[in-house]
């Protein structure tokens, strides 16, 4: 395949990850703040997965889109490291930002070269990696402890 046909194909595939984010924000649960957020992660196998954040009368326990995305692919059987992207979407001016705890869940159950596909919904979109949204995380091999003296 030509350079161009497959940046076309690869183009193609983070409109309709965008798509199917913005189908999964109708199933949010926002009576606390109304606004609405969709996720849809991409499997290497081709499986989509979708989220939407399910809000709690006690604030803390809310769960974002990208989140509800992740663990119910992860509870699905779906292996950490095998998402090639995702795509989160909402009503934002600018295409939408995933929040701190995201960010350290996709760093956690992603890979640094995870496309994270950011958009909102009249058609703005930008794309960075999850090493690029949170550099110098706290990673598994953070926790690996120096050798006793
Ligand atoms: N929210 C997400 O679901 N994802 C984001 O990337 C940002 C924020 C949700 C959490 C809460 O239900 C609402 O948006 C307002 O913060």
């Given at each position: 395949m030509s350079q161009k046909k497959e940046g076309m194909v690869i183009e193609e595939l983070h409109i309709r990850l965008l798509d199917k984010a913005r189908e999964a924000m109708t199933n949010a649960y926002v009576p606390y703040s109304q606004f609405r957020v969709g996720a849809a992660l991409l499997h290497e196998s081709g499986d989509i997965y979708v989220g939407c954040n399910i809000e709690n009368?006690?604030?803390?326990?809310t769960n974002c889109a990208e989140r509800t995305a992740m663990f119910s692919a992860i509870a699905q059987g779906a292996k950490p490291g095998s998402f090639p992207a995702i795509a989160v979407i909402g009503h934002t001016s600018d295409p939408i930002a995933p929040c701190g705890v995201c960010r350290q869940v996709l760093v956690e159950l992603c890979s640094p070269d995870t496309k994270v596909i950011m958009g909102n919904t009249t058609g703005d979109y930008h794309i960075m990696t999850v090493a690029e949204l949170l550099p110098g995380a706290f990673t598994p091999a953070s926790l690996q402890k120096e050798e006793q003296q």
């Open positions: 009368a006690a604030y803390g326990p």
